[in-house]
């Protein structure tokens, strides 16, 4: 029988590992100063691909099966946002389109890894370590 393994942290979450790379390359960007001094815009993009990893973190660390599955929410809505955000920065020529389809492709496969994470866990008859009482 398999038996999904059991995550003690949400840093071993490899949608987590995949947000934090996307925040890594939408960092990188910003420091290379691509957005000119558009502060609005770095403000917004800078803190929906940060919202992503941090809402994962959060959700997970609540202890709660309800809970993280809310978080999770939270973290799809904020890559959706990001995504949006991408279409803004390429009509605006901040990227060209092969980064675009780069950062897209990634805001995309996390959107799908989260989905199915809330599937799964809409699913799962476990309730989390803050549920259980000693």
Known sequence: MNKMATVLKFEDLEVWQLGRELYQKVGALIDKNTFKNNYRLIGQI????????????????????????????????????????????????????????ELHSLTMRISSMLQKLIMYLQKTTIKGTRAYKP
């Open 46 to 101: 800078e803190g929906s691909s940060g919202s992503v990893i941090d809402n994962i973190a959060e959700g997970f660390e609540r202890g709660t099966r309800a809970e993280f599955i809310m978080f999770l929410g939270y973290a799809k809505g904020s890559c959706g946002e990001l995504r949006s955000q991408l279409y803004r920065i390429l009509d605006r020529n901040y990227i060209v389109q092969e980064v675009f389809e």
